[in-house]
């Protein structure tokens, strides 16, 4: 079992619609979530950062962590054709440790 | 510059050979990383340094690949006997803010390399 599940996707969903994307993860020392996202070509940038459990808003971005389940989600609201992107969740542990990431989920948002 | 720049940004070579991928990171970035992603396995971490030294190799899968940082700034991986296996996109990250918990890590567009 991998330390970070995500569901590849592709997730289609039409323009305006609540997107609902999530990771699960195995080590209980994760204390630090992050949602980078990646358009084609180029490298992921960091979109939301949640540390321990709770939830985070910014705009149309929520991000919830529920170290109790080990799951993390993202939520989109009013969806936009400028979101479609590739989704990767990341987590660390505190100290000196690199990020470890899931494997990305691939959204398209249809005009 | 105004982010982290990689070169080439494509690299096809023929197995056996070797290649080398430049990142030049942003200016004053202590923290650098290598990390490659593949079609289906996400990005795998391969290397982290701090300033010119490698705390942390542990993600090279194998003594074909290696990496170093010379000034605190420019890295070079370098990965010997290409094998078809290493055909992946090879992306770069610097970061401000070394092992805190909110680092945030700033992304190059990565080196697209294909091994025929």
């Known amino acids: 079992q991998k330390e970070v599940e995500q569901d590849p996707g592709p997730l289609s969903v039409p323009e305006g619609a609540i997107v609902s994307l999530n990771c699960t993860y195995s080590?209980?020392?994760?204390?630090?979530f992050m949602w980078y996202r990646q358009y084609s070509r180029k490298g992921p940038e960091l979109l939301m950062y949640?540390?321990?459990?709770g939830n985070k808003e910014d705009g149309r971005f929520t991000a919830q962590v529920d170290k109790s389940s080990k799951y993390i989600s993202l939520f989109i609201r009013d969806s936009q054709p400028s979101d479609s992107a590739t989704y990767l969740c990341?987590?660390?542990?505190?100290?000196?440790?690199?990020?470890?990431f899931g494997k990305g989920t691939r959204l398209s948002v249809i005009a | 510059g105004a982010g982290v720049s990689q070169s080439p940004s494509n690299k096809v070579t023929e197995k056996g050979k070797d290649v080398e991928l430049r990142c030049d990171p942003i200016?004053?970035?202590?923290?650098l990383y290598w990390y490659r992603q593949s079609l289906g396995q996400g990005l795998e971490f391969l290397i982290y340094?701090?300033?010119?030294?490698?705390?942390?190799k542990s993600g090279l899968p194998s003594d074909r690949f290696s990496a170093e940082r010379t000034g605190g700034s420019v890295s070079t991986l370098t990965i010997q006997r290409t094998q078809q296996e290493d055909s992946a996109v090879y992306l770069c990250?610097?970061?401000?803010?070394?092992?805190?918990?909110?680092?945030?890590?700033?992304f190059g567009s990565g080196t697209q390399l294909s091994v025929l």
């Open positions: 990250a610097s970061s401000p803010r070394p092992g805190e918990g909110n680092e945030k890590l700033f």
């Open positions: 200016s004053g970035h202590t923290a």
């Open positions: 080590n209980s020392a994760f204390q630090y």
């Open positions: 340094f701090q300033g010119n030294s490698a705390p942390d």
């Open positions: 990341a987590m660390k542990n505190s100290g000196n440790t690199p990020l470890v």
């Open positions: 949640t540390y321990s459990s």
